[in-house]
């Protein structure tokens, strides 16, 4: 791997941290989709979050609804809320970074402002299911 990509894949473990962890986990139980069909997708408050309200008094159950259909369509790989209560992380499937977009746009709770999604395309790097490294071999 070129020191560009090791930078990159450095800097996106410390921008993603979470991600990382979560994508790991989302591998190890189930099949694992290929890493240039994963998306993430961080879901953060928007303009019509109720202020003084947590997310389990905020109307989102359209928005768990919509989630199960994507799971049941095999486009949901995992999702769930920050237990800080600020949002919640998505991991899609999809065939480009323009679908996935387009996922994260028809769920109810962002067409309503409730909630506003960023897209990150994104790649296992460290997987503890198969054991996927980048360092393996090179680490005691």
Sequence with gaps: MRTEEWRRTIEG???FPLLCILATLAV??????????????????????????????????????YL???M???KLVLAGPFLDDQGGFVLLKADNLAEAQQIANQDPAVRNGILKP???PFSIA???ATGTSPFKGSVP
Excluded: Y
């Excluded at 099949?31 to 019509?48: D, I, K, W, Y």
């Design 13 to 15: 473990m410390v921008r």
């Design 28 to 65: 190890g139980a189930q099949e694992a989709p290929t890493s240039s069909s994963l998306f993430a997708v961080v879901l953060e408050r928007g303009p019509n979050w109720l202020p003084g309200k947590t997310a389990s008094q905020q109307p989102l159950g359209e928005h768990g609804r």
């Design 68 to 70: 199960h259909r994507l």
């Design 72 to 74: 049941v369509n095999g």
């Design 118 to 120: 960023t897209v990150h």
């Design 126 to 128: 460290f997987d503890s």
